[in-house]
């Protein structure tokens, strides 16, 4: 079984920058991507970034693009989301999620497992 453990939110000012990392423990082989994912208060999850865990390919919801990063750490099982340039609208919780098949690694459905979710307050 996987578990997927974030950390790294909080609150910021507008313009600021906060780090996410989400440690992936337990084994299973196959991981084909992992991604970030959001969902503010009265909406819909949304997808933020992958990452595809062979090759690094990226891939960013355009309301992120040129803002934020996301990386990994395959020797570590950790992948990590960079935000600069925050604004208020990026306020949500952020969640990980990590899937094991080849699939659309940006649509929600397709990941098995999921992270408890970082809290990101950004004021303005």
């Known amino acids: 079984q996987v578990q997927l453990v974030e950390s790294g939110g909080g609150s910021v000012q507008g313009g600021g920058s906060l780090g996410l990392s989400c440690a992936a423990s337990?084994?299973?082989?196959?991981?084909?991507?992992m991604a970030w994912f959001r969902q503010a208060p009265g909406k819909e999850r949304e997808a933020v970034a992958t990452?595809?865990?062979?090759?690094?390919?990226?891939f960013y919801a355009d309301s992120v693009t040129g803002r934020f990063t996301i990386s990994q750490d395959n020797a570590k099982n950790t992948v990590y989301l960079q935000m600069n340039s925050l604004k208020p609208e990026d306020t949500a919780m952020y969640y990980c999620?990590?899937?094991?098949?080849?699939?659309?690694?940006?649509?929600?459905?397709?990941?098995?497992?999921w992270g408890q979710g970082t809290q990101v307050i950004v004021s303005s």
């Open positions: 999620a990590a899937a094991y098949q080849r699939t659309t690694c940006m649509e929600q459905k397709n990941h098995q497992y």
């Open positions: 337990g084994y299973r082989e196959g991981r084909y991507c």
């Open positions: 990452i595809y865990t062979r090759g690094g390919a990226t």
